[in-house]
Structures are given as structure tokens and as C-alpha cells.
């Protein structure tokens, strides 16, 4: 059977920070939710571009050279090899879309607080 995906839905399940949940995936793609606040790490994803999608709140997508504001409805691509990092000053939304293969922490050890464990359904 063919279920819909309710975004809201799914998001009302958890309020944990920084922990991507999947909630599909299509060739070779994972659909990731997760809710961020604060900065996390410095980080790349050597082997994978990685697309961030804003669904409820605002976001800052800090790179070394610059950095990108993105509110509701705005998304960004991240080219594979990029350093960045995502700041919240208040909780926002994300939907993530990346290959299955990527580690969620990309190339940089975490502290506890922002540790995403892969292949977290909800």
C-alpha cells in the first residue's frame, strides 16, 4: 500500500534538536526531518551534495566565504566538499534531502549534544 506523508504530523512526533528522522526515501535519496536550534559544527560532506529545505521557522547557512538566510518555503543546495554549518536562533524545521550513504555528523567529530544517529525512521 501507498501512504501519504504528513510533514506536520511527523514533526509533532519529536522535539529532540540536531537528529535527523527519516521519513522516506526514493532512489537513493533519504527524506530527513529535524528540528535545529543554536549552531552546529563546522562540518563537509565529502562524497554528497546535500539540500536543506526550510518548512517551519528561519535558518542561517553559515559557509567560510559567506553566509545565506533562508526562511519558510527557501531552500539551499549544499555542493558536496562545502564547510558549513546551520544556525537557529529559535527552533526551525528542516527537510533534508541526501544520499542514504551520508553520515549525518559529515567529516567532523560531535559533542554528545549534536550526535545524529543514522537510519532513525519515524
Given at each position: 500500500?501507498?501512504?501519504?506523508?504528513?510533514?506536520?504530523?511527523?514533526?509533532?512526533?519529536?522535539?529532540?534538536?540536531?537528529?535527523?528522522?527519516?521519513?522516506?526515501?526514493?532512489?537513493?535519496?533519504?527524506?530527513?526531518?529535524?528540528?535545529?536550534?543554536?549552531?552546529?559544527?563546522?562540518?563537509?560532506?565529502?562524497?554528497?551534495?546535500?539540500?536543506?529545505?526550510?518548512?517551519?521557522?528561519?535558518?542561517?547557512?553559515?559557509?567560510?566565504?559567506?553566509?545565506?538566510?533562508?526562511?519558510?518555503?527557501?531552500?539551499?543546495?549544499?555542493?558536496?566538499?562545502?564547510?558549513?554549518?546551520?544556525?537557529?536562533?529559535?527552533?526551525?524545521?528542516?527537510?533534508?534531502?541526501?544520499?542514504?550513504?551520508?553520515?549525518?555528523?559529515?567529516?567532523?567529530?560531535?559533542d554528545e549534544k549534536y550526535d545524529a544517529p543514522n537510519n532513525v525512521w519515524i
Open positions: 500500500m501507498i501512504d501519504k506523508i504528513n510533514i506536520d504530523e511527523k514533526f509533532g512526533k519529536f522535539t529532540d534538536h540536531w537528529r535527523p528522522k527519516i521519513v522516506s526515501e526514493l532512489n537513493g535519496q533519504e527524506f530527513k526531518l529535524v528540528k535545529i536550534k543554536g549552531e552546529y559544527p563546522w562540518h563537509a560532506h565529502a562524497d554528497a551534495d546535500e539540500m536543506f529545505f526550510v518548512w517551519k521557522g528561519e535558518i542561517m547557512l553559515e559557509f567560510r566565504s559567506h553566509t545565506v538566510d533562508l526562511k519558510a518555503g527557501e531552500a539551499i543546495v549544499v555542493p558536496k566538499g562545502v564547510e558549513h554549518r546551520p544556525v537557529a536562533d529559535n527552533e526551525a524545521e528542516i527537510f533534508l534531502i541526501e544520499p542514504k550513504s551520508l553520515n549525518n555528523n559529515g567529516d567532523t567529530d560531535v
